[in-house]
């Protein structure tokens, strides 16, 4: 059994078929639990994520409801088992996506700084970073939050993770002379991240390494006007050390890269994402059956 949280939240069980909760009260149950694999989830705490700070009188039964559901969409006899207070879902290691998407990125950040200070290679950057991003389906609980809600603190940080990888991957490919398809990617994220120095930085370089000099010096007059007019700053030291290769013209020697990946990115190690979940879950509370 397979979980889903990078993207829509779904379930894809041994055949390979995937569910996606249909109703949004289950999306939200599914989530509520898998925020805590392993753990128990209390009762009063699955009826915040359901209904808010002021649940209505049915909510318990309601959720009995639900559970019930979804132990049905689970099809596997024990995997959301009631215990004191609350329910605990059984997550096994490699199940749950946003998990192996952690676990993958910390392998592309080790991978990175090895490169860059010369004792690892550019290939395996890449490999490590497309391996993690490959597990990317779209916004981490997409669908779950209105626009007026707040997601909680692990969507913000992975999808942090997800701008570190692409740093690292755009990084590996030029140094691996790989520029060909890089401008369309890196204008769109330039774009849209317009005070992240990184994404500007491979832009300038790889248009200047395509012969697309007055462009490149166009994207370093662009991101120094938007940082002195938002931050009154100039650009940092690897932005500078690129424009200065672009104005040196030619092939020239590349652009030193920042040393290890906290210089070129603002986001807390994969490693940190969530807590790890324990070894085993709780054991079961028999004076609960294993119905709702």
Do not use: I
């Not at 753990?39 to 699955?46: C, G, M, N, Q, S």
């Not at 991003?133 to 603190?153: D, I, M, N, T």
């Not at 005070?195 to 010096?217: D, I, K, N, P, W």
């Not at 040393?259 to 070129?264: F, I, L, S, T």
């Amino acid at each position: 059994m397979r979980f889903n949280l990078l993207g829509v939240p779904a379930v894809r069980d041994a055949s390979g078929r995937l569910d996606h909760p249909g109703s949004p009260k289950l999306r939200a149950l599914l989530v509520a639990l898998l925020l805590r694999p392993n753990r128990v989830v209390p009762v009063r705490e699955l009826q915040a994520a359901l209904w808010g700070a002021e649940p209505p009188a049915s909510a318990r039964a309601s959720l009995h409801n639900h559970v019930a559901r979804l132990r049905r969409l689970l099809g596997e006899q024990g995997r959301l088992r009631t215990v004191a207070q609350g329910y605990v879902l059984r997550v096994d290691p490699g199940e749950l996506d946003t998990e192996v998407f952690q676990e993958r990125a910390g392998a592309a950040r080790a991978a990175y700084t090895r490169a860059v200070r010369g004792t690892g290679d550019w290939a395996s950057v890449a490999e490590a970073a497309s391996a993690a991003l490959a597990l990317w389906r779209g916004s981490p609980l997409e669908g779950v939050h209105g626009p007026g809600e707040q997601p909680p603190p692990l969507v913000h940080r992975l999808r942090e993770v997800r701008l570190e990888l692409l740093q690292w991957r755009y990084d590996a490919e030029l140094e691996l002379g790989g520029h060909d398809g890089l401008v369309p990617e890196l204008s769109v994220l330039a774009d849209e991240f317009p005070l992240r120095e990184a994404f500007h930085r491979q832009l300038m370089l790889v248009l200047h390494r395509t012969g697309r000099q007055a462009e490149a010096l166009d994207a370093y007059r662009t991101l120094r006007r938007t940082l002195v007019e938002q931050l009154g700053v100039d650009p940092g030291p690897a932005v500078r050390q690129a424009h200065a290769e672009v104005l040196r013209g030619g092939s020239g020697a590349p652009a030193a890269l920042p040393e290890g990946p906290r210089a070129v990115c603002s986001g807390p190690p994969p490693a940190v994402l969530a807590d790890p979940p324990p070894r085993r879950p709780p054991p079961p509370d028999h004076r609960f059956a294993d119905g709702a």
